[in-house]
Nanobody
Framework: QVQLVESGGGLVQAGGSLRLSCAAS????????MAWFRQAPGKEREFVAT????????YYADSVKGRFTIFADNAKNTMYLQMNGLKPEDTTVYYC???????????????WGQGTQVTVSS
């Protein structure tokens, strides 16, 4: 079955950087779109960024635009989120998701990772 495994979370000071990774495995069909979301306890899940697996087009939430970069390595079936200029309000659990048919914002991604914690200290 499809598995998504995130890594790269941790503790960083405000203004610092982290790179999250999401490795996909176990699928029969090709990925179409991948995305990062984040969710704090008691809050709704928030879209962060998405990448089209074939043409690598991207889209970002306004809150991270200019600070975060999403990119994919097709050969490794891995997606990344380079996070620069981190702020305390970026602190939360980050989840990756992918799908074999959809890409973009507000679409139902089928597969999800277990999440990785990012903590930004002020």
């Amino acid at each position: 079955q499809v598995q998504l495994v995130e890594s790269g979370g941790g503790l960083v000071q405000a203004g610092g950087s982290l790179r999250l990774s999401c490795a996909a495995s176990g699928r029969t069909f090709s990925i179409f779109g991948m995305a990062w979301f984040r969710q704090a306890p008691g809050k709704e899940r928030e879209f962060v960024a998405t990448v089209h697996w074939n043409d690598h087009s991207t889209y970002y939430a306004d809150s991270v635009k200019g600070r975060f970069t999403i990119f994919a390595d097709n050969a490794k079936n891995t997606m990344y989120l380079q996070m620069n200029g981190l702020k305390p309000e970026d602190t939360t659990v980050y989840y990756c998701a992918d799908d074999e048919r959809v890409y973009g914002v507000g679409v139902p991604y089928d597969y999800w990772g277990q999440g990785t914690q990012v903590t930004v200290s002020s």
